[in-house]
């Protein structure tokens, strides 16, 4: 028996690709290519190289699939942040830290329009609801509470080196940051309560 | 300080991160589970970006690279595929040898035969009886194992009950420290129509003289709520359906400790199995 991709959960994929099944992969990388694209394009600013960083990331995953722990969250969450991490590494070999701070205004300015050969919402996989509410969570944040959320996942940056990037105190950019997050963790909360209550995906 | 952390903004010199990384380095459950949580908020901004499509080539090129790369877990399974492959030089020594001995004991008991009928008698008497025995063991083994698979029966019944749930959400726990990912599993499949949780352990080790494992539920707000004991088979898998109580909808984690036999109503022992529930 060969079950769909559409049939089969994140972790059994993951098992099936710990296995050696390359079609598991294949499917895996079906699900969320499009969205990691866009985490790597979005660190980047290169499509040649976040291309090339996805495919380290799934190559890693193909290699490394006992890596992936359940118990530490869901799998789209491992795969985000592997290609976050992945892609900072890059940018960082890129530029040194000097560029980086500078460039880092614009990479949490540049929205990248939808790609309709994409998929929506994200390949189809990523339940529409979910995405609408972290897109609804960060519309209501400060704008500058959002910035600073943004330099510190996708710039890479530090809590000092924001605040020297934005000329604020550290401890305003802190608060910027924790009480952004805080507000994106809570609006989730709420989001996965109503799930389990009402089915919403 | 966890979304911080998590999001990676403290830096490497800061006091209150340093100190931060030695507490969770201590393994406490409850900073552990929070810490899932700050990763996962984080792990959600790209949510909010715009899916986009790389080059078709890509995940052909992809595809084409995992094809000649080995996985590195595999590399390491390697070596046992060529040990055993080295076991049929081994067997053929050993089968030369078994032959030889065999040999040896068809002359011996062609030799009894030929000395004393009643002797021949008194073995094929003897043999009778072994292979009675044999049957017997193979009885028992067979009654066991269809009390086994009866048993099994009955909890694939209720699990597939609770599957067909509307409302069922499942809960990973995974091994503390999670260093260990290829020893102990765990997974809850919570249905919350009947309010019960099915439990199921893997490859659990035996919990030690005197000892036994205890489930916890963990409420929102860290109240940790025994949820029952269990042993676990010589496979180290173990299977419980606890009744969820009435208002504890809110739950955090789900936990596994070893304790004194017979259980108590909080938790002394090391934790064993940890699950987050989103």
């Known amino acids: 028996l060969n079950p769909s991709a559409a049939s089969l959960d994140d972790f059994d994929l993951m098992r099936s690709i710990a296995a050696g099944d390359a079609t598991a992969l294949r499917d895996l990388y079906d ?42 969250g869901a799998l789209r969450n491992y795969i985000l942040l592997l290609a976050r991490s992945r892609s900072l590494d890059r940018y960082r070999s890129r530029k040194s830290r000097r560029e980086t701070a500078a460039e880092s205004g614009a990479v949490a300015a540049v929205e990248y329009q939808a790609d309709p050969r994409a998929g929506s919402p994200v390949g189809g996989v990523v339940a529409g609801e979910t995405c609408e509410a972290v897109k609804a969570a960060l519309k209501q944040l ?29 401890g305003t950019i802190k608060t910027r940051i924790r009480q952004g997050l805080g507000r994106l963790r809570d609006a989730l909360r709420t989001h996965y309560a109503d799930y389990a209550e009402g089915g919403l995906d | 300080l966890l979304l911080l952390y998590a999001v990676g903004a403290l830096d490497e010199g800061d006091a209150e991160g340093r100190e931060l990384r030695a507490h969770l380095a201590t393994g406490c459950p409850v900073c552990a589970a929070a810490l899932v949580e700050a990763e996962s908020t984080v792990a959600h901004l790209p949510l909010a970006l715009s899916p986009q499509s790389p080059r078709a080539d890509v995940r052909e090129r992809l595809l084409a690279r995992v094809a000649a790369l080995p996985r590195l877990s595999a590399v390491a399974g390697r070596g046992q595929e060529a040990r055993a492959q080295q076991r049929p030089a081994s067997n053929w020594f050993l089968s030369i040898a078994s032959a030889a001995i065999a040999a040896s004991l068809a002359a011996l008991l062609t030799y009894a035969w030929l000395s004393s009928s009643l002797d021949r008698t008194g073995r094929e008497v003897a ?32 699990l597939l009950a609770s599957l067909q749930s509307r409302q069922l959400q499942v809960v990973a726990l995974a091994p503390q420290p999670p260093q260990q990912a290829d020893s102990a599993w765990g ?92």
Not at chain 2, 134 to 156: F, H, K, M, P, Y
Not at chain 2, 195 to 223: N, S
Request: glycine share 8%; aromatic share 8%.
């Open chain 1, 31 to 72: 699900r969320y290519a499009p969205l990691v694209f866009a985490l790597c394009l979005r660190v980047l600013h290169d499509r040649g190289e976040a291309e090339d960083v996805l495919q380290e990331v799934f190559v890693e995953i193909w290699q490394r699939a006992e890596r992936y722990n359940p118990g530490r």
């Open chain 1, 142 to 170: 400060d704008a500058r509470e959002r910035l600073a959320v943004e330099l510190a996942f996708y710039g890479g940056l530090s809590h000092t080196e924001i605040a020297d990037e934005l000329q604020a105190p550290l």
């Open chain 2, 127 to 158: 043999q009778l009886r072994s292979e009675i025995g044999t049957l017997q063991r193979n009885v028992n083994d067979r009654d066991a194992r269809i009390e086994r698979l009866e048993s099994d029966l009955g909890q694939s019944k209720i």
């Open chain 2, 187 to 278: 997974r809850i499949f919570w249905d919350k129509d009947k309010r019960q949780w099915h439990f199921h352990a893997f490859g659990l080790k035996p919990p030690g003289a005197g000892k036994t494992y205890e489930l916890w539920l963990v409420t929102a707000d860290m109240r940790k709520l025994p949820a029952g004991t269990f042993d676990v088979d010589a496979q180290g898998n173990a299977s419980l359906t606890v009744a969820v109580p009435p208002g504890e909808d809110m739950l955090a984690l789900a936990a596994v400790t070893d304790e004194p036999a017979g259980g108590v109503p909080q938790p002394t022992g090391q934790f064993q199995l940890v699950g987050t529930i989103p």
